[in-house]
């Protein structure tokens, strides 16, 4: 802390700190110190939301940059829960075997798996004969997937990803299956009919493939979806 150009104090001396001064100096030296020895990559706590600030899942904590989440692993509070988890585990018995101690219950910790390229897909535009309805069919080939594993499908928000800069005019549809790396189709962002027989998948396990429909609502559907005593997909054809 610079002590000797502070308000107020002589050439060559040492003016007086105040609280509010010590208390930032201390978080820099906190903030320094742990940039040496944390690595953020590998602490189980650390998040970074959809914002851009950073999270510590431990004690329900938001932060601003990195800075201030390292100093509060520093702190009193982020120090007790550790505690405190730590010994919660070791009365329940709960270690893990890959050394990675303390997650949070409900996350689930990454597999290292092998990726092999992505599956081939072919996207063809459907249409309901009845209710005129727009959709997507889609086709996608797993001929090398792990045994008893059944693709896997989500629709992600554009806040959610972090790929391309958000826009809310369109979403992502999701498709994993092990060993393949994670696909992902951009979409417009409307509402998807998850109607019995308007959105639904089958894999095909002697082919190895896998598909998916959807179809879109109407602009009578999205629009009055949430009246009360309408019910959906009624009106007019």
Request: glycine share 8%; hydrophobic share 30%.
């Amino acid at each position: 802390m610079d002590y000797q150009n502070r308000a107020g104090s002589k050439f060559g001396g040492g003016g007086v700190a105040s609280q509010s001064a010590t208390n930032a100096d201390r978080r820099e030296r906190l903030r320094k110190l742990a940039l040496e020895t944390i690595d953020l990559d590998k602490d189980p706590y650390f998040f970074k939301n959809h914002v851009g600030s950073f999270e510590c899942r431990l004690c329900l904590t938001v932060h601003q940059n990195d800075g201030s989440y390292l100093a509060h692993t520093q702190g009193r509070k982020h120090q007790t829960n550790l505690a405190r988890r730590a010994a919660k585990e070791q009365r329940e018995g709960k270690r893990d075997d890959a050394g990675q101690q303390g997650l949070l219950a409900g996350v689930q910790v990454k597999k290292n798996t092998l990726k092999i390229g992505r599956p081939g897909y072919r996207i063809t535009k459907v249409r309901d004969a009845v209710t005129r309805q727009n959709g997507l069919l889609f086709q996608f080939q797993f001929p090398d997937i792990a045994t008893g594993i059944i693709p896997r499908v989500r629709f992600m928000s554009a806040y959610e990803q972090r790929v391309e800069e958000a826009d809310p005019s369109y979403q992502y549809f999701i498709v994993s299956g092990e060993p393949y790396e994670t696909v992902a189709v951009k979409l417009q962002a409307r509402e998807v009919d998850r109607r019995e027989g308007k959105f639904w998948t089958w894999f095909d396990e002697d082919n190895k493939e896998f598909w998916c429909q959807l179809l879109f609502k109407t602009d009578r559907d999205e629009r009055f979806s949430a009246v009360p005593g309408l019910a959906p997909g009624t009106g007019r054809k």
